[in-house]
């Protein structure tokens, strides 16, 4: 009989360590947060149960956190991701211990808790982050029900899926490995009461943001339906791009770790036992999927996490078994990169490549932010337009107290952005600083600039930007 017991305590350490140390650095971060993170940020002072682009869960949970601090910096918007982190870890060691045994479960709990994904998720919040302790709860839940067939599994698995979805729409996944699994695999087929049971919980858990989606035109739907982008590329299915298709796998190596994603499609190849081959029906559809979808048009790096909750639990036993040197190898590697990374936000803008430093894209959002605001005050502007999502994004963060009000440029059509959505210039609006790369041109006069902003070493390095300040019949004209 394997022993399954006593892995929570060394498990629980060594996740701990980690987690305090990426607290730690957390707080010596020295970058801003990025254009998401400060949109998250603001979706949570409006608490709804749905956003422009993105199911609601992340606004909740940051609101909760800031609100509980007493303060919207960057750090109290960015210390959930680390705990989220080490909590997954903890739920996938207890789903590895119950599976397998309890050497697999403390290797599984420090080999998540290191990875790639989780070190770069524990510096910026993200949805992957909120969505990753509830699928590998879901998945927990899943394998006792399938086992057990006891109905109060089916209901936590349909109630942490549920959550899962609130945090990010790829959670469906989860019931694309359910129902593959259970076509191939007798021993993970549940009765139909417990499925029905599962699906209830699942839709009145994610009614409220149905219902959202419903009363607002499906915005979500349609953002996601642009992002994926597969009605036109379906014409075509002959003109595949192989390039985006290599770069997003061999991007892979670089998510997982590179011993633990070869290990992983090790694993799809030659699954040992009956649940590993359900673990990997969980965890390799979702590749397939994301990577057709890569062929088809494009898909970034991050698009295929949910493959690797379940995978790591593939991965890691695998090496336990098989291979523990490169399981060893696996966690100097991924520790190096997990080390390496908060490392960077720290010593941050060092180091520079080419004149321009390495984390130029998470730096100069805020100092920009200030100058913009600065001239807004110094101009007597009423409030601030601009059309760049990132200069927005930041100074509705940054500029939380500065009593200005801040407007996106009327949508042409459907709003492209949240802020379009929400914030869309009003036609009574006078008097506002416009921050743009060029100099506006109204009723045949090109307007005067009233202050210029320095970009340097930052995220719109090489942008100019100005500031103009305008008059409602130019506003109108423009916008």
């Not at 599962?198 to 349609?222: D, E, R």
């Not at 036109?232 to 299915?237: F, G």
């Not at 048009?297 to 890691?316: D, E, I, M, P, Q």
Request: hydrophobic share 55%; aromatic share 12%.
């Amino acid at each position: 009989m394997p022993e399954r017991q006593g892995w929570f305590l060394p498990a629980s350490a060594l996740v701990g360590a980690v987690t305090l140390a990426r607290l730690a650095a957390l707080w010596f971060d020295r970058t801003d947060l990025f254009v998401d993170e400060s949109q998250y940020w603001l979706w949570g002072q409006r608490l709804d149960f749905g956003y422009f682009s993105k199911p609601p869960l992340i606004a909740w949970v940051i609101r909760g956190v800031t609100e509980l601090a007493g303060s919207d910096a960057a750090f109290w918007v960015r210390l959930p991701g680390a705990i989220l982190h080490g909590v997954t870890a903890l739920i996938l060691a207890a789903l590895a211990a119950y599976l397998f045994d309890r050497r697999a479960a403390i290797w599984v709990a420090i080999s998540y808790a290191t990875l790639p994904m989780a070190a770069l998720g524990s510096l910026l919040m993200s949805t992957d982050t909120v969505m990753a302790p509830l699928f590998a709860a879901a998945l927990c839940f899943h394998f006792r029900l399938a086992h057990t067939g006891q109905a109060r599994f089916a209901g936590l698995a349909g109630a942490a899926i549920g959550l899962a979805f609130l945090a990010k729409y790829a959670a469906i996944y989860f019931f694309v490995g359910a129902a593959v699994a259970a076509i191939w695999l007798p021993g993970m087929r549940i009765s139909w009461r417990n499925a029905a049971l599962m699906g209830v919980v699942f839709l009145l858990c994610i009614a409220p943001n149905i219902w959202w989606n419903l009363s607002n035109n499906l915005i979500t739907l349609h953002h996601t339906g642009d992002n994926i982008d597969w009605a036109d590329d379906l014409s075509d299915l002959l003109d595949l791009e192989y390039d985006e298709g290599a770069t997003f796998f061999l991007s892979q190596f670089a998510v997982f770790g590179p011993v633990l994603f070869a290990a992983l499609l090790w694993g799809y190849w030659r699954p040992s036992t009956p649940d590993m081959r359900a673990l990997t029906l969980f965890s390799m559809p979702v590749l397939a999927i994301v990577c057709l979808e890569a062929l088809l048009s494009r898909a970034y790096a991050n698009w295929a996490v949910a493959a690797y909750f379940s995978g790591t639990l593939v991965a890691v036993p695998l090496l336990v078994r098989h291979a523990p040197a490169l399981l060893r190898l696996s966690l100097v590697i991924n520790a190096a990169i997990a080390i390496l990374l908060p490392l960077l936000t720290i010593i941050a803008p060092a180091p520079a490549w080419n004149g321009k430093p390495l984390l130029a894209r998470y730096l100069g959002r805020a100092d920009l932010s200030r100058q913009i605001i600065a001239a807004a005050q110094a101009t007597g502007a009423k409030g601030v337009v601009a059309a760049e999502r990132g200069i927005l994004a930041d100074l509705f963060h940054t500029g939380a107290g500065s009593g200005l009000r801040f407007y996106a440029p009327r949508p042409r059509g459907r709003p492209q952005n949240y802020y379009e959505q929400n914030f869309a210039l009003p036609e009574s609006a006078d008097d506002l600083l416009a921050v743009l790369p060029a100099a506006p041109v109204c009723q045949g006069t090109i307007q005067p600039t009233v202050a210029g902003f320095s970009t340097d070493g930052g995220a719109y390095q090489g942008h100019g930007y100005s500031a103009y300040l305008l008059s409602r019949e130019c506003l109108n004209v423009l916008w």
